[in-house]
């Protein structure tokens, strides 16, 4: 009997213990990567929600908006873990999600006006950035690049600063 008690003691240590710690030790960090994923997804959201805002406000107004309320989404300002800003220039508006914590990644949009010669048509275009690394300072604006002017159905050349990682942006 007392050979069963001294394997079984190890081995009881090993189910209860060991196992379950091995498995937690492997689970809870891609858990909780995840759930920072989902965390950044709301700025991503919201950003690029408010850079389609944008560019319906400029359709509709003329000029960008200077304010996340006059863009009509219901996004408040502050959340949680970002906090949310618009800055505009007569040809562009850049939207901003910084990240409050410091341990998720801060967005930025832009929207750019332009005029197309020949048709005299002003039409916008838009792009996401997110910053490559996690942190609470705002990211630096998009750029839109001229090399000529554009022609109807031609798309512009934007640009997300260097330490920024741009997405498709219809």
Not at 1 to 12: K, V
Not at 17 to 22: Q, S, T
């Given at each position: 009997?007392?050979?069963?008690?001294?394997?079984?003691?190890?081995?009881?240590f090993l189910v209860y213990?060991?196992?379950?710690?091995?498995f937690l030790a492997i689970?809870?960090?891609?858990?909780?990567?995840?759930?920072?994923?989902?965390?950044?997804?709301?700025?991503?959201?919201?950003?690029?929600?408010?850079?389609?805002?944008?560019?319906?406000?400029?359709?509709?107004?003329?000029?960008?908006?200077?304010?996340?309320?006059?863009?009509?989404?219901?996004?408040?300002?502050?959340?949680?873990?970002?906090?949310?800003?618009?800055?505009?220039?007569?040809?562009?508006?850049?939207?901003?999600?910084?990240?409050?914590?410091?341990?998720?990644?801060?967005?930025?949009?832009?929207?750019?006006?332009?005029?197309?010669?020949?048709?005299?048509?002003?039409?916008?275009?838009?792009?996401?950035?997110?910053?490559?690394?996690?942190?609470?300072?705002?990211?630096?604006?998009?750029?839109?690049?001229?090399?000529?002017?554009?022609?109807?159905?031609?798309?512009?050349?934007?640009?997300?600063?260097?330490?920024?990682?741009?997405?498709?942006?219809?």
């Open positions: 009997m007392s050979d069963e008690r001294s394997l079984g003691c190890p081995l009881r213990v060991i196992l379950p710690g091995a689970v809870l960090p891609s858990y909780f990567n995840q759930a920072g994923k989902l965390k950044q997804s709301e700025a991503k959201q919201y950003v690029s929600s408010m850079n389609r805002a944008q560019q319906a406000y400029y359709l509709e107004n003329s000029r960008f908006s200077a304010s996340v309320e006059a863009l009509g989404l219901g996004i408040t300002t502050q959340t949680t873990n970002y906090s949310y800003s618009i800055r505009r220039t007569a040809n562009a508006a850049y939207q901003y999600g910084v990240s409050r914590k410091g341990r998720f990644k801060s967005y930025v949009g832009g929207v750019f006006r332009e005029m197309i010669p020949n048709t005299k048509t002003i039409t916008t275009f838009a792009i996401l950035c997110e910053a490559k690394a996690p942190g609470r300072i705002k990211p630096a604006d998009p750029i839109y690049v001229r090399v000529a002017p554009l022609k109807p159905g031609e798309s512009p050349k934007l640009e997300c600063a260097p330490s920024k990682r741009s997405f498709d942006f219809p």
